[in-house]
């Protein structure tokens, strides 16, 4: 193999495709070995040669193939079921049974999953090329590999004894904030502008937050890694979609309201003619203009809805129409409610190194104050009756 051939990953072994998939295989092959087989070459393949790679782009076509047709498949119910695969002791279940068959055919494909510490892939019906192919691709390489509309990605939190089988899992609230927090991160600094990724993210996100409680889902501290604007886009987004759910919104709705709050911000991310000069009177001008720049970075990009776009560029506007842009056009739900959870977020973090309760009573009282002008006050009237029953706090 010559050196320009050569890719680094977390797989280092002899490709040869008829080899890996007939090492396992007899005559008693069921499609679920074969499914794993394929997967394991397509792993294999894409950790040695870079994926545009004649050998590479093969195993991952053939890997593509055999998931279509094994979701397809009558005997499993048809194109209604997806794929599931789980990662419990080192050992491999599919669909919810343990899969044990040789090691020659998953070796390289558990490496993997191990490496990037993946306990959890679910394919569902309709999964396209390129999320397969950007998947194998990650796994086999130091890219973190995650999740898309049609494809999951995760740890595995187990059930506890008597909650059901331990091999259907669940992922934690905290495995979907993290994967979250690599898509927006990729999103808002270009290396991968997709608002597909970020979307179906975002989906996994609020398939688990139905689990939680609105107390835990608007504390503001409940997020403790990464930085400052990182930590509030998520807490606004995270109190949005409480705030939203309550009133009934869901589906596509709820995530493009839930998206928007997680980009409101994305205009203070540009640089600024002034940016270094420490002036006040710059983060004044800043704040000012970032929601139409936001709104400008996002109409550049593919597939944004009109929904995120209005999000991002009325979150400022008062309810009273003044505030920036002003305006005395009716303010679109969907901003106002990203309104009142920015405004709490802020409101409480605004009371710096005080207990926590009464940060708490102090950012009540303030979004209380701001109902009827700044707020939508049948919101706020929403937004607190939400949170009179205060989450306890570690520091409390």
């Known amino acids: 193999m010559s050196g320009s051939d050569s890719h680094s990953g977390p797989v280092s072994e002899t490709f040869q495709t008829g080899a890996l998939l007939a090492g396992g295989l007899d005559q008693g092959t069921e499609p679920v070995d074969e499914l794993v087989a394929h997967l394991n070459v397509a792993v294999t393949a894409c950790s040695i040669y870079p994926a545009t790679h004649p050998k590479a782009a093969q195993a991952v076509s053939d890997l593509q193939q055999m998931l279509a047709r094994y979701i397809a498949s009558e005997a499993r119910g048809g194109a209604g079921v997806g794929f599931n695969l789980l990662v419990v002791d080192a050992e491999l279940a599919i669909d919810g049974k343990p899969w044990r068959r040789s090691q020659v055919l998953c070796a390289n494909l558990l490496r993997a999953l191990e490496h990037h510490s993946v306990q959890r892939l679910t394919a569902q019906p309709g999964i396209d090329a390129s999320e397969i192919t950007d998947a194998i691709v990650a796994l086999a390489t130091e890219t973190s590999p995650v999740s898309t509309p049609s494809l999951e ?69 409940l997020l403790t890694d990464g930085d400052r604007l990182w930590r509030h886009s998520m807490g606004v987004a995270l109190s949005a979609s409480a705030l939203a759910s309550s009133l009934g919104i869901h589906g596509d709705v709820l995530i493009e309201i839930t998206v928007g709050a997680l980009l409101h911000d994305i205009g203070l991310m540009e640089p600024h003619e002034h940016a270094g000069q420490g002036l006040w009177s710059e983060w004044e001008e800043r704040t000012a203009v970032h929601p139409l ?48 959870a920015d405004a709490w977020q802020v409101l409480f973090n605004v009371a710096g190194t005080m207990p926590h309760a009464v940060r708490w009573r102090f950012a009540q009282e303030q979004l209380a104050e701001m109902a009827g002008s700044v707020l939508h006050p049948d919101l706020v009237a929403l937004f607190l009756q939400m949170i009179q029953s205060r989450p306890q706090s570690r520091s409390d």
């Open 293 to 340: 720049s936001g709104a400008g970075q996002l109409a550049l990009a593919k597939d944004v809805p009109a929904l995120v776009l209005l999000i991002v560029y009325q979150h400022h506007r008062h309810h009273d129409g003044s505030g920036f842009p002003a305006s005395q056009a009716q303010l679109n739900l969907g901003s106002a409610i990203v309104a009142v």
């Open 153 to 221: 990605i995760g740890k595995l939190e187990l059930l506890e004894e008597g909650d059901g089988d331990p091999t259907v899992g669940r992922f934690s609230l905290e495995n979907r904030i993290d994967a979250l927090r690599h898509s927006w991160d990729e999103f808002v600094t270009g290396a991968q502008p997709s608002y597909k990724r970020l979307a179906g993210v975002t989906r996994s996100l609020l398939d688990t937050t139905g689990q939680t409680s609105q107390q835990e889902l608007i504390n503001p501290q």
